[in-house]
């Protein structure tokens, strides 16, 4: 019953900015995670960024200083903010929010992903 839905993907030149989007709803435990992954054909998924509901974040060297994690915790939202993208970029964006239940048991989702192709 969980959902987790990204949006935002697209086409988008070298040296450009989109911003993805991913709202989580459903859930009946507290999230206490959410990161965004990518994945490129042929490559294994990769860790982007994430932000914690403390607002910790953490961001993969390869985007650190381009890209930016941000969430709205009322609305179980985060977004990805790309800036200077670049062809490495290229990949299916998933949205992965980790959430924990009162026994300490963890829980993981995963959206279904939304492309992004840095191409001019």
């Known amino acids: 019953q969980v959902q987790v839905v990204e949006s935002g993907g697209g086409l988008v030149q070298p040296g450009g900015s989109l911003r993805l989007s991913c709202a989580v709803s459903g859930s009946i435990f507290s999230i206490y995670r959410m990161t965004w992954y990518r994945q490129a054909p042929g490559k294994q998924r990769e860790l982007v960024a994430g932000?914690?509901?403390?607002?910790?974040?953490n961001y993969a060297d390869s985007v650190k200083g381009r890209f930016t994690i941000s969430r709205d915790v009322a609305k179980n939202t985060v977004f990805l903010q790309m800036h200077s993208v670049q062809p490495e970029d290229t990949a299916v964006y998933y949205c992965?929010?980790?959430?924990?239940?009162?026994?300490?048991?963890?829980?993981?989702?995963w959206g279904r992903g939304t492309q992004v192709t840095v191409s001019s």
């Open positions: 932000i914690t509901s403390g607002g910790s974040t």
């Open positions: 992965n929010a980790r959430a924990s239940s009162p026994y300490f048991v963890e829980y993981e989702y």
